[in-house]
């Protein structure tokens, strides 16, 4: 993040910040961590930023939480190039890698509506195969449908 | 080999090709002139929550041949399912009452799920519109035993190429084993875009028309399919490509000899009776090869060897 970008947002004590999110992305990914705006601690989000390596970007900060490695993980499924700096007394005193590995458990369930996982009350994980990362191509553990990114969005667990 | 078999992909070719000879050597067993108890002691679950005939009772005729036993589903009305039970729940009962199961399902990955619940060995007789890999391993066994060979053969794949889990299993197969692959379906049934990719990623060469009989005469296997009414989302979509592909014995008069006509059955009417009686109908045998098929795979899953030779 430059001078100029860090000028947006404040600087945060502690917590996490996400960067390198794709443009427009940055509610989903709100809603992927399960992060909700009835927290006591602030989020600061800028979106449609400029960006040297991507052109626009959307950055979040999170207050007085540090994600954990698992929960960065399911941002691969959106912002697979995101980098993640857990911010203590100001300072970066640790990064983070998103990594996607080879399959998504419960992050999202199947879009296909003839998949036996489209019945809730099947109490299985929902598992997503990592087929290829980029482009990041999913398929389904149980029926084998490609799934659609757009689509999956909106089958966030 | 995987203790389940969900898609072909679960079985090298040398796995095929060996399962292939154990079906052969079943041959007098599944025709009752010899009797060879090597399942006796087991019990199959046969778990059919969508209509099957041949497939059924070719899996309850394989272990029974082979002194085991089968417990039925039976009418899946009068099951725990119409009451809301879900499927791991089911599956979890059969995996304490039975050695194997066989499931077909209307939902697809439903095979794949049902194995992630079991211990026992699943085999997959139909997955919506997924995959049905042991009607690949007695196509194949139909098709060795008409040509002696599955390699370099040029297999036609007629009718509803969407839905019909038949032949996206037997594609996934015949192209390792470097078949040509001539996919003959109207437009709206077209083979799902995603198999035509995976098969032309692994190198197949592939074919797709509407014109079956352009495609007869170069042709080693005809293989006809039911157009689906029930995988249909409506009336109209269907009666729309009903009936469009009518196989007769005249349209075969430019066929190679040993040309072979198949069909995982039930047919309607895209196979004329009057093909019935020419050298190149295989769809009877083809449906009694599932008997030694599954007689053959069953003795795999569990792990007992079939003897070579004479027993």
């Not at chain 2, 009718?159 to 996206?168: E, Q």
């Not at chain 2, 009903?242 to 995982?264: N, Q, S």
Request: glycine content about 8%; aromatic content about 4%.
């Amino acid at each position: 993040m430059s001078a100029g970008e860090m000028r947006r947002v404040t600087a945060i004590n502690n917590g996490t910040v996400i960067d390198h999110i794709p443009a427009g992305s940055a509610l989903v990914v709100l809603q992927m961590l399960g992060i909700s705006d009835d927290r006591a601690s602030p989020i600061s989000l800028v979106m449609n930023v400029p960006s040297s390596k991507h052109g626009r970007k959307d950055i979040i900060k999170v207050e007085d939480r540090e994600l954990t490695q698992d929960e960065l993980d399911r941002l691969a499924l959106i912002a697979p190039k995101a980098s993640v700096a857990i911010i203590r007394s100001y300072a970066v005193a640790e990064k983070r890698e998103v990594t996607i590995g080879t399959e998504l458990v419960n992050v999202a369930s199947c879009t296909f509506s003839n998949c036996i996982t489209i019945n809730p009350r099947e109490p299985q994980d929902h598992r997503l195969n990592v087929v290829k990362t980029d482009p990041l191509e999913l398929r389904c553990r149980y029926c084998g449908r490609p799934q659609v990114m757009s689509e999956l969005i909106g089958n966030l667990i | 080999m995987d203790s389940d078999l969900i898609t072909m992909d679960d079985l090298t070719n040398e796995e095929i090709i060996s399962l292939l000879d154990d079906a052969e050597r079943l041959l007098p067993v599944a025709e009752g002139t010899e009797y060879l108890p090597l399942l006796q002691g087991k019990l199959l679950a046969n778990m059919f929550f969508e209509p099957s005939t041949r497939t059924r009772m070719s899996f309850e005729t394989a272990m029974k041949r082979l002194g085991g036993d089968v417990v039925n589903l039976g009418d899946v009305n009068s099951s725990s399912a119409v009451k809301g039970e879900t499927l791991y729940d089911t599956m979890r009962m059969v995996d304490g009452y039975c050695d194997i199961a066989a499931l077909r399902h209307p939902r697809q990955g439903a095979a794949q799920y049902a194995a992630d619940a079991c211990d026992i060995p699943i085999m997959n007789g139909g997955d919506g519109a997924g995959h049905h890999p042991t009607q690949t391993l007695l196509d194949l066994f139909t098709i060795r035993q008409a040509h002696g060979r599955l390699e370099g053969l040029k297999v036609a794949l007629v009718g509803d190429l969407r839905y019909g889990r038949t032949v996206h299993s037997l594609s996934h197969a015949l192209a390792r084993f470097d078949c040509e692959l001539v996919f003959i379906s109207p437009a709206q049934l077209s083979m799902p875009a995603e198999i035509v990719s995976d098969l032309g990623h692994s190198g197949a060469k592939i074919t797709e028309t509407e014109d079956l009989y352009g495609a007869i005469p170069d042709a080693d296997v005809i293989y006809m399919t039911r157009i689906q009414k029930e995988r249909f989302p409506d009336e109209d979509e269907y009666a729309k490509v009903a009936g469009i592909y009518k196989l007769t014995a005249a349209d075969l008069a430019g066929a190679k000899g040993e040309m072979i006509v198949m069909h995982p059955l039930p047919r309607v009417t895209e196979i004329s009776p009057d093909v019935d009686a020419s050298r190149h109908a295989r769809y009877f045998e083809q449906a009694f090869n599932g008997v030694v098929a599954r007689m053959a795979l069953m003795c795999k899953l569990l792990g007992v060897d079939v003897p070579r030779g004479d027993a």
